[in-house]
Each structure stands twice: as C-alpha cells, then as structure tokens.
C-alpha cells in the first residue's frame, strides 16, 4: 500500500497569501498519477487536480500542482476566502488507490 | 452535468448488512471509460478507499474490507450498489459514490461524487 503523508496537517494563513501543501508518497507514484482534491464542510470532495498538474475543469488558475517521484505539492497562489477547506492527495499509481490524511488550511 | 445520488438506510444494528444504491444522471454508466467507486469517510477522518466495479462487472475491494464486500452494476438503471457485511461501530462513515475517470486499468481519479450518505451502526 502507497502511503501519502500530507504536510502540514494544518496551515493558518490569510486571504491573498500564498499556500504550499505537501503529499509524500512512501514509494515512487508512477506517471505523476496524483490528484488533489477540496472538502468544505458538509459536503463531497471536489477534484482540483489530475495527473499532479493538470486542473480540473473550472478551477481556476491559482490553483498550481507540481512534483514527481515521492513529493508532490499544491500550491494557492493567492488565496481567495473560498479556498479555506480541507485538501487532500490521493494516489492511483498503484491498484489500491490511497489519499493523504489531509491538510486543513484555515 | 454527470450527478450521483446515493441511497439507502442512515441507521444500521451491528452485525447486521449495509446496502446503498448509487443512481447515475447525466451520463452512461455503461462506459468503459469510467470506474464506479465507493469511498468512505469515518467522522472527523479522511477518506478511505472501499472499491469500485467496472460496467463489465469486474471488481476490485480494498483488502481490509474485502471479505464483508459485495458491489453490483445495474447498466439498465444507470446504478451501483455496496453491500458491506457484518457491520459494526468502525464502519459508521459518510459513504460516498463516485465516478472514477479510467487512465490505464485500474488507475484512476474522481471527477464526480455524490452528496454523501451518513450510516450510523448502532443498536
């Protein structure tokens, strides 16, 4: 089983700042399989990000992913108000497809 | 717009058995482009993986639950269903339904999600 470990588990920032999330992989993802993902309380899990850099249909471009190997980030290049939620990675690069445990970014 | 709706009982007895129905709109559950996927999150946790069914009817379960684990396709009404054994206090979670976007067999992202299911076990 792939391993995500998110970093950190929370981030205290302020609108119009800039937020870089983490997700450690405990062996190699191949093929950058790495999506991120946005939960608001109450509600499902919205795809931001796919194949670790490419955004989802509507996100808009402040919204970067990058990384390879073991170490992907998400960045928030200026946050907007409505980016305050819970992130999480998930890995499909092996058949058991496995998430971090999250980032809280408030 | 592709929409899932899950469906089934908020509260369940242990030992007792889940079933959920996830009901597809707005696009084809038919598909070979798309993995029909359960995933749950436990209260104040993140998310876990359960399984997910192909519109072929070939499956695959997350080991730790696999045992207890049934998930069927219903093509002609654009449906997926979980059946999940023996129920106790640890499987009380949101149950989510989700789309499952095929890059290679078995690899896959989630591009749609439905609102989620509460199930409680209690007696």
């Known amino acids: 089983e792939v391993v995500l470990t998110q970093s950190p588990g929370t981030l205290s920032l302020s609108p119009g700042e800039r937020a870089t999330l983490s997700c450690r992989a405990s062996q190699s993802i191949t093929n950058f399989y790495v999506a991120w993902y946005q939960q608001k309380p109450g509600q499902a899990p919205r795809l931001l990000m796919y194949g670790a850099s490419n955004r989802a249909t509507g996100i808009p471009d402040r919204f970067r992913g990058s990384g390879s190997g073991t170490d992907f980030t998400l960045t928030i290049t200026r946050l907007a108000p409505e980016d305050f939620a819970v992130y999480y990675c998930?890995?499909?690069?092996?058949?058991?497809?496995?998430f971090g445990q999250g980032t809280r970014l408030e | 717009q592709v929409q899932l709706r899950e469906s089934g009982p908020g509260l369940v007895k242990p030992s007792q058995t889940l079933s959920l129905t996830c009901s597809v709109s707005?696009?084809?559950?038919?598909?070979?482009?798309?993995?029909w996927s359960w995933i749950r999150q436990r209260p104040g946790k993140g998310l876990e993986f359960i399984g997910y069914i192909y519109y072929t009817g070939s499956t695959y379960y997350n080991a730790s639950l696999d045992g207890r684990l049934r998930i069927s396709i219903d093509t002609s009404k654009s449906q997926f269903s979980l059946e999940l054994r023996s129920m106790t206090a640890a499987d009380t979670a949101v149950y989510y339904c989700?789309?499952?976007?095929?890059?290679?067999?078995?690899?896959?992202?989630?591009?749609?999600w439905g609102q989620g299911s509460l199930v409680t076990v209690s007696s």
């Open positions: 707005g696009g084809s559950i038919g598909s070979g482009d798309h993995y």
């Open positions: 998930q890995q499909y690069g092996s058949s058991l497809l496995t």
């Open positions: 989700a789309r499952g976007v095929a890059i290679l067999a078995g690899r896959y992202y989630f591009d749609f």
